[in-house]
């Protein structure tokens, strides 16, 4: 079973960048669809992005030009990296995998890490 540690996360200031990365412990991180999701305070949870086993890439509207999901296989690593940060970007970063599709719903994501803050304060 895979692992999930996030770090990356940070304060910073709206129109600067971040990378948060997700490292995965097991041998079959290959096999997974990889997601971040993020959660801000009073809010539901969002989908921000995935990308599949192939390295096909679905992004929410909402971050969609300034973020790019990315994944190297052999590092057991996926990343996010967020530019022209937002003061509405402010949230839990989460990532999350699973081995049966690429999908938005965070249902359908059965390993989940602990997650990253990240703050661009307004």
């Known amino acids: 079973q895979v692992q999930l540690v996030e770090s990356g996360g940070g304060l910073v200031q709206a129109g600067g960048s971040l990378r948060l990365s997700c490292a995965t412990s097991?041998?079959?991180?290959?096999?997974?669809?990889m997601a971040w999701f993020r959660q801000a305070p009073g809010k539901e949870r969002e989908f921000v992005a995935s990308?599949?086993?192939?390295?096909?890439?679905t992004y929410a509207d909402s971050v969609k030009g300034r973020s790019t999901i990315s994944r190297d296989n052999a590092k057991n690593t996926v990343w996010l990296q967020m530019n022209n940060l937002k003061p509405e970007d402010t949230a839990v970063y989460c990532c999350?995998?699973?081995?049966?599709?690429?999908?938005?719903?965070?249902?359908?994501?059965?390993?989940w890490g602990q997650g990253t803050q990240v703050t661009a304060p307004s």
């Open positions: 990308i599949t086993q192939f390295g096909g890439t």
């Open positions: 999350a995998a699973n081995q049966q599709r690429e999908t938005r719903s965070g249902n359908d994501y059965n390993r």
């Open positions: 097991g041998r079959t991180f290959s096999y997974y669809v």
